[in-house]
């Protein structure tokens, strides 16, 4: 079944609606896109749509209970909900390095999990 939808680019401030037609294996532009840069932001967008995924990740022993991170990679959309999963059942003993990868592969998908920040061990009095 073919789809009529609008996306909307954001390769550059101007944020065209490029109306596409897709059936979820074919794509065409029926409009909208300024310049030829659209055209693959809304290919991609159409048939493989991707996100960077941010998050937190609980630390052990860290100066703060949680960890910020985010994907080496855009995450497919059908493997978000794989990812986030095991993102929540990790756990990882702090000093973590902002840029350490946390998790390697994460859901076999190819793409790791790294630290953004830099959570130091919790001093004891
Ligand atoms: S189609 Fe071209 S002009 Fe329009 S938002 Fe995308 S990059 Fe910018």
Do not use: H
Request: net charge positive.
């Amino acid at each position: 079944m073919t789809d009529e939808r609008n996306i909307t680019c954001i390769v550059c401030p101007i944020g065209c609606k490029i109306l596409v037609k897709t059936d979820g294996a074919q794509f065409e532009i029926v409009g909208g896109n300024k310049c030829k840069r659209g055209i693959e932001y809304a290919r991609s967008e159409a048939l493989d749509p991707r996100r960077m995924l941010t998050t937190s990740i609980l630390v052990n022993d860290g100066e703060w209970p949680l960890v910020s991170v985010k994907s080496s990679k855009p995450v497919p959309e059908e493997k978000l909900f794989s990812v986030l999963k095991e993102v929540g059942g990790t756990a990882v003993k702090a000093p973590v390095k902002s840029g350490q990868t946390i998790i390697k592969n994460a859901a076999n998908t190819g793409i790791d999990i790294v630290a953004t920040k830099t959570v130091l061990t919790k001093e004891v009095d």
